[in-house]
T-cell receptor, first 110, second 118 residues
Framework: RKEVEQDPGPFNVPEGATVAFNCTYS??????FFWYRQDCRKEPKLLMS???SGNEDGRFTAQLNRASQYISLLIRDSKLSDSATYLC???????????FGTGTRLKVLA | GAVVSQHPSRVICKSGTSVKIECRSL??????MFWYRQFPKQSLMLMAT?????????EQGVEKDKFLINHASLTLSTLTVTSAHPEDSSFYIC??????????????FGEGSWLTVV
């Protein structure tokens, strides 16, 4: 089993739609969780950290479910500019190693 | 946010030659930097963890003699791909963690380096 797993997609959604991604992780001792966004042929950029209580930043909501070992990202009112690959990142327990999922590709259609 | 600069952004080299990629933290000190490789349509794969003033820690399957890492200062780590071959062509990207209190565990990425070996 991969340490971090994501559905690669692509998710094709119309503008204005709500879309959600999940990411599962295998190490129950993992402590830090993030969502990064990566545009084609660019470096990943931090979208948001994921806190135990869940957190929201504008149209984006991230949640953590430790019992089931997954994190989620919800995007409301999708914009064309949201088209990108969304990477789930988990901090390996007790280390500074960050493990990346394969990414979920999102295409928002006009 | 913190800034990490990577250079060169693109490089083409001949098979058998060596290529050096630099990663700098511009406005913070980074005792630890990470080197990743990303093949097309794949995820970032951690190659090694670069530790300032000590030897790098390589991930399983990564040849330390082929991918030389030097972290001589708190703001600079270099990755040298030695005796490059076409299969080494990839997107190499570094990241660093800002250890300043309050920065959390966020890591910041350099812009990445596209290596093409011909």
């Amino acid at each position: 089993r991969k340490e971090v797993e994501q559905d690669p997609g692509p998710f094709n959604v119309p503008e204005g739609a709500t879309v959600a991604f999940n990411c599962t992780y295998s190490n129950s001792a993992s402590q830090s969780f993030f969502w990064y966004r990566q545009d084609c042929r660019k470096e990943p950029k931090l979208l948001m950290s994921v806190y135990s209580s869940g957190n929201e930043d504008g149209r984006f909501t991230a949640q953590l479910n430790r019992a089931s070992q997954y994190i989620s990202l919800l995007i409301r009112d999708s914009k064309l500019s949201d088209s990108a690959t969304y990477l789930c990142v988990v901090n390996g327990a007790g280390t500074y190693k960050y493990i990346f999922g394969t990414g979920t590709r999102l295409k928002v259609l006009a | 946010g913190a800034v990490v600069s990577q250079h060169p952004s693109r490089v083409i080299c001949k098979s058998g030659t060596s290529v050096k990629i630099e990663c700098r933290s511009l406005d913070f000190q980074a005792t630890t930097m990470f080197w990743y490789r990303q093949f097309p349509k794949q995820s970032l794969m951690l190659m090694a963890t670069s530790n300032e003033g000590s030897k790098a820690t390589y991930e399983q399957g990564v040849e330390k003699d082929k991918f030389l890492i030097n972290h001589a200062s708190l703001t600079l780590s270099t990755l040298t791909v030695t005796s490059a071959h076409p299969e080494d062509s990839s997107f190499y990207i570094c990241s660093a963690r800002d250890l300043k209190t309050g920065s959390g565990n966020t890591i910041y990425f350099g812009e990445g380096s596209w290596l093409t070996v011909v």
